[in-house]
């Protein structure tokens, strides 16, 4: 309840607002109040490492702000970090109207209106479930119910009209029967942050008789498609673009590609849910935008004639989709780098039932090093945050690598997937 009061808080006071998470660790924490140029940290906290004021809510509070004013806000109600393929996470600026335009494209394709009894249980420092899953109903004025945590048991005895979870989440419900049926009654389902599985889309479907909306987005452009309430719902596709975004692909040669249901290519967004770019990293958003203004989401699609697109995957390995968290094997490589006796390291995402993919680490140890794998882990989860830990760590000899000296992430992946 405290980060929703400091969040609205921020945002009626026309101040920007960095989300932080519980469980960000010193490293990540240090890095996004100094990136962001935070003058005070709201609420209650557990950190006793902060350099800045805190103000308590409910009350003044005996600290005033740091002095300094950020000025390249870009009019951000929200400044939100999210993980690239290398280096520390980025703040995406993100204004009132993006927001507002995502939330209402959302309403008009789900039909999402304030009868509705939104029920979900997920991290409120994320697109998902503090754009979505808070602001969407705060807008709307629908009923919210946060479960704390995302599990099949808390979704069914929550008795929603429309429930949001990742992937993972939705796995998790098809494999507790009882959990699933509890939740026919609602009027509809909604999954999104990562690919769902047709298995889980046709395993939800039998047991609520609900075909899942599915809808596709990233933190710098917000929801951006989504499949429609009163359209087709075809498993393993995320539908079409929210009213004020168009779409169009880009294929290897440079070329835009062909809409014919068939041709991969880079996907591109522009429109009204699109944010404002990176905080105080002009080099990185010019990057990420075509010189006719068009934003270059990383993810290869298709899209068919009929406009339905299908997400077939990420362009670059360096990105890793785990539960439905967003994170970059550069920032999870170089934290374990900095653990005493580690030569080498590479980072990579394999295929996992349940995570989507779980990230896995091979280590190098320096000459006569000893390294304890669960001690990398517990040291990338207080450095970075617990879900950036690798799952598991192997103590490798060496990494493949070309003839370049570029290690060979492809082949590692198989070889760390064959080991499970
Ligand atoms: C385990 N734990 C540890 C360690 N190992 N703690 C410290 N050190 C360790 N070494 C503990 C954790 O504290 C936690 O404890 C417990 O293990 C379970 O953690 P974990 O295994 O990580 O949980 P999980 O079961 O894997 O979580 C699955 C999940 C979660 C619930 C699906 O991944 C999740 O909430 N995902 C949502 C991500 C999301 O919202 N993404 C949106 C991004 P304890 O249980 O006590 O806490 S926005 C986006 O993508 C765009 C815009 C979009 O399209 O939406
Ligand atoms: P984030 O930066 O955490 O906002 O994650 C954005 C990324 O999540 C996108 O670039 C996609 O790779 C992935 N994503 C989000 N929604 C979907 C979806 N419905 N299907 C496949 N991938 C998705």
Redesign the pocket.
């Known amino acids: 309840m405290s980060t929703i009061t400091a969040i609205v808080a921020g945002l009626r006071a026309g101040v920007a607002v960095v989300p932080i998470a519980h469980?960000a660790g010193h490293e990540e924490r240090r890095h996004i109040l100094n990136d962001s140029g935070a003058v005070a940290v709201l609420g209650e906290h557990q950190w006793n490492d902060l350099e800045i004021p805190t103000l308590p809510l409910g009350g003044v509070g005996d600290s005033a702000p740091r002095g300094g004013v950020v000025t390249d806000l870009n009019g951000a109600a929200l400044v939100m970090y999210t993980s690239g393929t290398t280096g520390a996470p980025k703040g995406v600026l993100l204004p009132e109207s993006a927001i507002a335009a995502c939330l209402d494209g959302l309403a008009d394709a789900w039909q999402w209106t304030a009868d509705d009894h939104l029920v979900h249980g997920?991290?409120l420092f994320?697109?998902?479930?503090l754009v979505?899953g808070v602001l969407g109903a705060l807008r709307r004025g629908s009923r919210l119910t946060h479960t704390v945590?995302?599990t099949p048991e808390a979704y069914a005895a929550a008795n929603g009209s429309v429930y949001f979870a990742?992937p993972?989440?939705w796995s998790r419900v098809v494999n507790d029967a009882t959990s699933a049926r509890a939740l026919s009654s609602a009027r509809a389902i909604v999954s999104?942050?990562?690919a769902l599985p047709v298995p889980v889309f046709e395993g939800l479907r039998e047991l609520t008789g609900l075909a899942a909306l599915e809808?596709?987005?990233?933190?710098e452009t917000?929801?951006t498609l989504s499949t429609r309430l009163d359209g087709e719902r075809r498993p393993g596709h995320v539908g079409m673009p929210l009213a004020g975004v168009a779409t169009r692909i880009r294929a290897d040669d440079g070329t835009l590609a062909p809409h014919d249901g068939e041709t991969i290519g880079t996907l591109e967004v522009r429109g009204a849910t699109v944010g404002a770019g990176y905080l105080g990293r002009p080099d990185a958003t010019a990057a990420s935008i075509t010189d006719d203004g068009w934003f270059v989401t990383g993810d290869s699609a298709v899209i068919g004639p009929d406009g339905m697109h299908r997400i077939a995957g990420r362009t670059s390995v360096d990105i890793i989709k785990?539960?439905?968290?967003?994170v970059g094997a550069g920032e999870v490589e170089t934290s374990i780098l900095g653990f005493p006796g580690v030569a080498e390291v590479a980072v990579v995402g394999v295929a996992d039932n349940?995570?989507g993919q779980r990230i896995e680490a091979a280590v190098v140890p320096e000459d006569g090093a000893d390294i304890n794998p669960?001690a990398v882990?517990?040291h990338v989860?207080?450095q970075l945050s617990?879900?950036k830990?690798p799952r598991r760590v192997h103590i490798v000899e060496s990494l493949p690598r070309n003839a370049l000296g570029k290690v060979q992430k492809a082949r590692l992946t198989e070889q760390l997937g064959a080991t499970t």
Do not use: F, N, Q
């Not at 809808?215 to 933190?219: E, F, S």
């Not at 785990?322 to 967003?326: A, L, Q």
């Open positions: 469980d997920l991290p994320h697109v998902h479930g979505l945590r995302p990742v993972t989440v999104g942050s990562a809808r596709y987005g990233m933190t917000l929801i785990s539960g439905g968290y967003k349940d995570l669960d882990i517990d989860a207080r617990i879900h830990r």
